[in-house]
Structure formats: structure tokens, C-alpha cells
């Protein structure tokens, strides 16, 4: 079972914005990009659900929710 893109629950978060568009630079599935504001530190990646490779990788206080938009460009 591979691994979805990380979307980070309002229990956690205080808000949440509109980024932009990402696109997976192995396989080019496109998604939608919103930074989220979350209480407490984080390490996290997230992985493209089309060819499973790790897309981005962050630590802080600011998360990141991918949701897949399209599969190919």
C-alpha cells in the first residue's frame, strides 16, 4: 500500500491557504498545494500518490496539504 500526500485536520491546524500548484518532478502529476499553520512542529514528507516518490520534504510549523488534481500533464 503506498502512502497518500499528507492533509493535516483542523484538530491540529489553525489555518489553512490556497499555495499554488505542484507538479511530481518524476512522473509530472499535477497537485493543488495549501500551506497549513499547525501548533506544534513537524517533520514530514509527502508522496506522490501516482508514482510514489517522496515530492517534498519540510520541518517547522508550517504544513503542507497535496491533493492530486491530474495524473498526467
Not at 28 to 55: F, H, K, N, Q, W
Request: hydrophobic fraction near 40%; charge should be positive.
Amino acid at each position: 500500500m503506498k502512502p497518500a500526500a499528507h492533509n493535516f485536520k483542523m484538530g491540529e491546524a489553525w489555518k489553512d491557504r490556497f499555495l499554488g500548484e505542484f507538479q511530481c518532478g518524476q512522473c509530472g502529476a499535477l497537485y493543488e498545494v495549501a500551506i497549513t499553520r499547525l501548533s506544534a512542529p513537524v517533520y514530514d514528507e509527502v508522496i506522490c500518490e501516482v508514482c510514489g516518490r517522496v515530492m517534498n520534504e519540510w520541518r517547522g510549523t508550517v504544513g503542507r496539504a497535496y491533493t492530486l488534481k491530474s495524473r498526467v500533464p
